[in-house]
């Protein structure tokens, strides 16, 4: 939509007038001093495309782990911000707001990213995305936990073929765009404070007619949660952003249709569509069976019931509030 980038900036390399593009990476950051050292050493190792620059801000949450003395590790090599913690969101909008390139590029605290990484994003840009989503590799190793999260990113239906094409959202963890479409749709929701900030942004994006494209990028990869207790908290907060994603969003069958599930339960769901992953999550039992004999793994079954049922938690706990909170908005 429009030119392909905007010039940033000029520099002189000997005698010769040269056009350099930015593009700026962000990382959001409270108390991930476990992992965001891995984060920004693979950063810093990803190639940058030729004729381009990179520059990587850092939003701080104002940690009170060990990650300010990492931060200050790297801090010739980075830009530090800090926000107040209050969301997700704002915390994007504040990177986003610190940053000067024209293309901005999400790395989520807990990723490592491959050498090509920003070679396919780019690439993808070039080719008239307007909204990348990135689908990586699987996380190998770990606890158990790792191992099925991993499993569910790479066999589950979100980056199915049926779900990539005219795609309609992209996940936050990966999630790069044009400054074009953060301007135009008025950047990320600052209320709530939980997940579900991607989904509505990409959405809106779609909406406003910017094209969303997954590339698959090898080595690239999240490292999921290690245990029950971060799984279950994790998911609980996605349970709760999404709650709010309900309630905006329970009206317009244009983005419950993204999902293109059986034709049948939209003929019978019909005017409380909405409820379906609701639904699907009580049915987790039944899902998990089924997909710990599909795969072969028979730790599947009592981990698929635990992470959708604190979904469902997060959900139900929010529910009430998301409805109020849309009713205010409207």
């Not at 003395?69 to 986003?96: C, M, P, Q, T």
């Not at 993808?124 to 909204?131: R, Y």
């Not at 599947?300 to 992470?307: E, I, S």
């Amino acid at each position: 939509m429009g030119e392909i980038f905007d010039l940033i900036c000029l520099v002189y390399v000997g005698d010769a007038l040269r056009c350099i593009f930015v593009f700026s990476v962000i990382v959001l950051s409270k108390n991930n001093g476990r992992t965001i050292g891995y984060t920004l050493l693979s950063l810093l190792r990803a190639k940058v495309p030729r004729g381009y620059s990179r520059e990587i801000i850092v939003v701080d949450a104002k940690s009170s782990d060990n990650t300010p003395k990492i931060l200050s590790a790297f801090g010739k090599f980075i830009k530090v911000v800090y926000d107040e913690g209050r969301g997700i969101g704002i915390a994007r909008n504040i990177g986003v707001s610190s940053s000067r390139g024209d293309i901005i590029c999400f790395v989520d605290a807990d990723c490592v990213v491959s050498e090509d990484h920003f070679l396919h994003i780019i690439s993808a840009f070039e080719g008239g995305a307007d909204i990348v989503d990135v689908k990586g590799s699987l996380f190998s190793g770990g606890t158990i936990i790792e191992k099925m999260e991993s499993l569910v990113w790479l066999k589950g239906r979100a980056y199915s073929e049926e779900l990539t094409r005219n795609r309609c959202f992209a996940g936050g963890a990966f999630i790069s765009f044009r400054r074009e479409v953060f301007e135009k749709i008025g950047g990320f929701w600052e209320y709530p404070p939980y997940g579900g900030d991607d989904l509505d942004f990409s959405y809106r994006g779609y909406l406003a007619g910017f094209k969303i494209k997954v590339v698959d990028v090898p080595g690239t990869y999240s490292r999921p949660r290690r245990g029950v207790r971060e799984l279950f908290k994790q998911q609980m907060g996605w349970g709760k952003g999404y709650a709010h994603i309900i309630a905006k969003y329970r009206h317009d069958m244009r983005f419950w249709k993204c999902y293109r599930w059986n034709h049948a339960i939209y003929r019978i769901l019909n005017g409380v569509i909405f409820l379906y992953p609701i639904l699907a999550a009580l049915a987790a039992p039944l899902r998990g069976f089924i997909m710990a004999i599909r795969l072969r793994e028979l730790h599947f079954l009592p981990y698929w019931v635990l992470r959708r049922w604190a979904f469902l938690l997060g959900i139900l706990t929010e529910l009430q509030r998301a409805f109020a909170t849309q009713r205010v908005f409207v």
